[in-house]
């Protein structure tokens, strides 16, 4: 090329760089035209441009023509090795550029030179190109590459503060757009933040740590991944593992720009190395100063990580940390609710709340299951209430205004005992406890109603007060007689000598005896069933046979009524003989009892293959069916028994039991006015 042609190349070159400077804000088209008007004036080879980092001093490459991965490494520290101006040198003999020094001259370039990017002193970068011979460069050449560089360094300059202008910018909205998206998407949260970090950090994955203590040791455990990382959920590393207990001490992120800078050995550099992980930024997240846990963000190729994206990248660490404590406390609180919520819902307690416009708010299983008993579905369940008389303990119906509703509507609570009358002849007792729900004014916009069926503890209780008063008479009874007859042969002594008397007295204290023994036995009995405690003796027994004998022994206290036993064969089993034969003679005395003079009582026995059926049947008035399913529970006595000799209301207990124990069943049947038939079955042969 002429000294003609190159001058108006040169001048050409200035020309369209001095024209296109100003206009040019895209750091990409500055880099290319820059490289391409060197090498065009420079008649080089190959061009490449560093652009020096500010903040940390070293060199990044930032774009190139005609060079390979190999001979432009991201990051260069040649602060020291850089002179002012411009410096040819010759590659074989410069360990400056080593090791793509040595790759350049295996490619086949011998020289390269290097241009300094400055503005007033100030170092932007430099040009550097590469020449497969060694270069003729006239002054003039070498002024216009310098010009060049003096233009294109104000250039470069301004499109990388547009660029960190527009970098910021962006991060700036994708904060601000992840920061909406964790005020409206708590189930989210991990997704969210991650989605994020990727966007700011021009990530392919990344991951979320949580710190704990286990066995004394605290560890950082993955809890969620996104990309290829998430297989390293729930991985668990030591907070004091490299890399790791750097970043916990640090407040700004770490960052790690190329993975073969770390140590391979230690745990982050082996999963780094198994993930594919060139370039990351690791940081812990931190509420009110105390570490909660570490966000990471990985590039799958070497990174030169912004300023704007690793400060980025530690805000999004506090925005995280503040989300995620906010919905581990969220999860907590719906995890307590929701126990709460089961445990409401199974207690077997109906509860509900009702506004003010009687809708049912809420109402679990128990309310549910007692709405449906009184005939109404959930929604109807006070109508159900209000249908039934509500009276308190002492029988006094209770007006809808002094309800316990009404009253907790009025800020009052209140906890009683009521008895719901449903129907004719049914009674449930409940244990009712009404609280006000206040709203955030603090008036009352809800009640909590709950109540608990007592109806069998409150007729067991009945009973026991029954028990007690009837205890007392029967007991008094033969004691009362007993001592009217000590103290008869204390005023005669003489009554013993005359043996009519004598045989009358002692008969008739003979007779209070057994009545107390009896009663002392069937409380006897009783405690041991409540126990546990009743042995049977197991033997081979003819129930036949001991059905005629308690008719047999029945007719020795009995002359009123004629017995009659239907056994024409042997029933054979092994049962307690003993047991057996006070079963029937409860049943027979219970026929007795209430049978009018000269009435039949009848026991019939048979059996089939695996079980032997007994009845007694009697003339009597008969059992109400309301009352029929009572009779064997303690202390239970029926409306006819008013009306006869007294008992403890315990011997169809003692009697059930001694069945069920057997492996029996035992059942009534009657109607009112036509007597009563006592049936039990029991097993041949013991089954158990």
């Not at 390293?232 to 407040?251: N, S």
């Not at 969220?330 to 809708?359: K, S, T, W, Y």
């Not at 003989?577 to 026929?591: F, H, K, M, P, Y």
Request: overall charge negative; aromatic content about 4%; hydrophobic content about 40%.
């Amino acid at each position: 090329m002429s000294e003609t042609d190159r001058s108006a190349l040169e001048l050409q070159a200035l020309h369209r760089v001095i024209a296109s400077g100003t206009r040019a804000l895209d750091l990409e088209v500055v880099l290319g035209r820059c490289i391409e008007q060197a090498m065009a004036v420079a008649s080089a080879d190959a061009g490449v441009i560093y652009l020096r980092d500010p903040r940390r001093g070293n060199y990044n490459m930032a774009g190139s023509r005609n060079m390979t991965e190999r001979l432009t490494p991201p990051v260069l520290a040649v602060d020291e090795q850089l002179r002012s101006g411009h410096r040819l040198y010759e590659l074989a003999n410069n360990p400056q550029f080593r090791p793509s020094s040595d790759y350049a001259v295996e490619e086949g370039f011998t020289h390269g030179l290097v241009v300094l990017l400055s503005i007033e002193e100030r170092r932007v970068g430099f040009l550097g190109l590469l020449f497969r011979g060694k270069p003729t460069l006239a002054e003039s050449t070498t002024n216009t590459l310098e010009a060049i560089a003096a233009f294109e360094a104000v250039a470069l300059e301004s499109a990388r503060v547009h660029r960190q202008v527009e970098l910021r910018a962006s991060v700036a909205r994708t904060l601000n757009d992840c920061a909406e998206r964790l005020l409206h998407h708590d189930a989210d949260v991990y997704a969210i933040i991650l989605d994020a970090a990727c966007k700011i950090a021009r990530g392919s994955g990344g991951l979320i740590s949580t710190l704990l203590v286990r066995d004394g040791v605290e560890m950082s455990r993955i809890d969620y991944a996104i990309g290829d990382d998430k297989p390293l959920v729930g991985m668990e590393l030591p907070a004091t593992a490299p890399y790791l207990r750097e970043t916990l001490a640090q407040a700004a992120p770490y960052v790690v720009e190329d993975v073969n800078a770390l140590d391979q050995s230690s745990d982050i550099g082996r999963v780094a190395a198994k993930q594919g992980t060139r370039a990351f930024i690791l940081t812990t997240m931190r509420q009110d100063g105390r570490p909660l846990g570490q966000l990471f963000v990985k590039s799958n190729e070497p990174r030169i990580y912004a300023d704007a994206e690793i400060d980025a990248i530690q805000l999004l660490s506090s925005m995280a940390a503040q989300a995620l404590a906010r919905a581990r406390r969220q999860a907590e609180e719906r995890a307590e609710h929701a126990r709460i919520a089961a445990i409401l819902e199974h207690l077997p307690i109906v509860v509900a709340v009702v506004d003010r416009q009687g809708n049912v708010v809420h109402i679990n299983a128990a309310g549910r299951d007692f709405a449906q008993r009184m005939g109404a579905d959930e929604l109807q369940w006070r109508t159900a209430l209000a249908s039934m008389t509500v009276t308190d303990r002492d029988g006094r119906v209770i007006p809808p205004a002094e309800s316990g509703v009404a009253l907790a509507f009025g800020g009052v609570t209140t906890a009683r005992e009521l008895t719901l009358v449903t129907k004719p002849g049914e009674k449930l007792h409940v244990l009712s406890v009404t609280v006000p729900v206040r709203g955030p004014t603090g008036s009352v916009d809800a009640v909590l109603s709950s109540f608990q069926e007592v109806t069998e503890l409150r007729e067991l209780a009945d009973a026991k007060d029954r028990f007690l008063s009837i205890a007392s008479h029967e007991l008094r009874s033969p004691i009362t007689s007993l001592r009217a007859t000590t103290s008869l042969l204390q005023l005669d002594p003489n009554a013993l000598i005359d043996a009519s008397r004598r045989e009358v007295l002692l008969g008739r204290i003979q007779r209070q005896i057994d009545r107390l023994s009896t009663l002392v036995e069937r409380l006897l009995d009783t405690t041991r069933l409540n126990a546990g405690e009743l042995p049977l003796d197991y033997v081979d027994c003819d129930l036949a046979a001991l059905c005629r004998d308690a008719a047999e022994h029945a007719r020795l206290t009995d002359r009123e009524h004629p017995y009659v036993v239907d056994a024409p064969a042997p029933i054979l089993g092994r049962w307690d003989g003993s047991r057996i034969e006070q079963v029937l003679t409860n049943l027979l005395s219970n026929a007795c009892r209430y049978s009018p003079p000269h009435a039949e009582i009848v026991v019939r026995a048979r059996a089939n293959d695996r079980h032997a059926i007994v009845e007694v049947i009697d003339h009597g008035p008969g059992i109400a069916p309301d009352q029929q399913q009572k009779l064997f529970t303690p202390f239970f006595r029926g409306a006819a028994a008013s009306r006869h000799k007294g008992g403890l209301g315990l011997g169809l207990y003692i009697t059930r039991e001694i069945v069920r124990r057997h492996g029996g069943s035992m059942r009534v049947s009657s109607t009112p006015g036509q007597g009563a038939t006592f049936s039990f079955e029991l097993p041949l042969r013991p089954t158990s």
